[in-house]
Structures are given as structure tokens and as C-alpha cells.
């Protein structure tokens, strides 16, 4: 599986960006994409999960109804819309994929991820 990651600027603060994860490889509809993120000097975060088939989504506390995540079968890409951004929201974005959903919050764990894209830099400024 390859994971492209894309659609990152400077936006100011109040503003949007749509981050775009155009995967490759074998994905079947088990398979979840995430976004993590990961500013300097802080450890990588969790932001938000889709299940590829549908019918799973996880939001991380802090984006919940500022972001959201869909995806694009025919397209074979992940997306993330990031409304209302903040300064402190400036840091790379990666999209990472994993087989199966997991219970009891390993979804939000970096590594429990195989596969990762190569990051795309959101700079919100104040």
C-alpha cells in the first residue's frame, strides 16, 4: 500500500484546507485511513479514522466538528476538510493505513499503523 499526502499552505487563522491521501496498492473495504499529525517537538497525534467500506469514523476530541473525513472510492483517496484552523493547529499531516479497525482507542495509536504517506505541511498563522 502507498499513501500520497497532499493539499497543505499557509492559511490564516479561521480559515480552510482540504488534505487529499491518494492511496495505492491492495486495499480491500476492512481497511482504515488516518490522519495524524505532528507539530515540532511534540509527539505525532491522532486526528481523525475512516473505515475504506464505510460505516466507521473517529474524530480526535479536538477536531470534532471543525473537521471532516470522507473518502472517494472511485477516486481511491482519503480526504480531510479542516474548517475554523487555528495556529496551533500548524503541523505536518500525515495519512497512514492500517488493515482492521481496533477497539479500545489502538485506532488512535501511531503504531499500530503499517503503512504511512510522506506528510504535508499546514501552517495556520495568527
Known amino acids: 500500500v502507498q499513501l500520497q499526502a497532499s493539499g497543505g499552505g499557509l492559511v490564516q487563522a479561521g480559515g480552510s484546507l482540504r488534505l487529499s491521501c491518494a492511496a495505492s496498492g491492495r486495499i480491500d473495504s476492512d481497511y482504515i485511513i488516518a490522519w495524524f499529525r505532528q507539530a515540532p517537538g511534540l509527539e505525532r497525534e491522532f486526528v481523525a479514522a475512516?473505515?475504506?467500506?464505510?460505516?466507521?469514523?473517529l474524530y480526535a476530541d479536538s477536531v470534532k466538528g471543525r473537521f471532516t473525513i470522507s473518502r472517494d472510492i472511485a477516486k481511491n483517496t482519503v480526504y480531510l476538510q479542516a474548517n475554523t484552523l487555528k495556529p496551533e493547529n500548524t503541523a505536518g499531516y500525515y495519512c497512514?493505513?492500517?488493515?482492521?479497525?481496533?477497539?479500545?482507542?489502538?485506532?488512535?495509536?501511531?503504531?499500530?499503523?503499517?503503512?504511512w504517506g510522506q506528510g504535508t505541511l499546514v501552517t495556520v498563522s495568527s
Open positions: 475512516i473505515r475504506w467500506g464505510g460505516g466507521r469514523i
Open positions: 497512514a493505513a492500517r488493515p482492521r479497525w481496533l477497539v479500545g482507542g489502538g485506532i488512535t495509536k501511531p503504531d499500530n499503523y503499517d503503512y
